[in-house]
């Protein structure tokens, strides 16, 4: 599945940013999603995903209590809701997707595993 992701921009500590993350063509309903992040120099690390249902999410610890993870599936988009955003967050942001829906997969993926579909990244910087 094709994943576009956008939203990232400039934005000062404290601040809010919304990414989406949007499946031309494919219904949403049938994937696992998350986000993930790149920071030069640094491993890629999970965000959060949320299940193909919609009524599972899951956060890495950075991420908890900051950031909020959704879908509309009508839409076919998938949003990141980023609130109180730290010079620490600044990183590239990419969607991902898996179509492997059955329960043990559905609780890899809200732990950032098993994810085959990558979007590209879309940029945030946080300055402080």
């Known amino acids: 599945v094709q994943l576009q992701a956008f939203g990232g921009g400039l934005v000062q500590a404290g601040g809010y940013l919304r990414l989406s993350c949007e499946t031309p063509?494919?219904?949403?309903?049938?994937?696992?999603m998350g986000w993930f992040r790149r920071t030069p120099g640094k491993e890629r690390e999970f965000v959060a995903a949320?299940?193909?249902?919609?009524?599972?999410?899951n956060y890495a610890d950075p991420a908890k209590g900051r950031f909020t993870i959704s879908r509309d599936d009508a839409k076919n988009m998938m949003y990141l809701e980023m609130s109180a955003l730290k010079p620490e967050d600044t990183a590239v942001y990419y969607c991902?997707?898996?179509?492997?829906?059955?329960?043990?997969?559905?609780?890899?993926?809200?732990?950032?595993?098993?994810?085959?579909?990558w979007g590209r990244g879309t940029l945030v910087t946080v300055s402080s």
């Open positions: 991902v997707a898996t179509g492997s829906t059955g329960s043990l997969s559905t609780a890899q993926a809200l732990n950032g595993r098993g994810y085959d579909n």
């Open positions: 949320i299940s193909w249902t919609g009524r599972r999410t």
């Open positions: 063509g494919r219904p949403l309903s049938q994937y696992n």
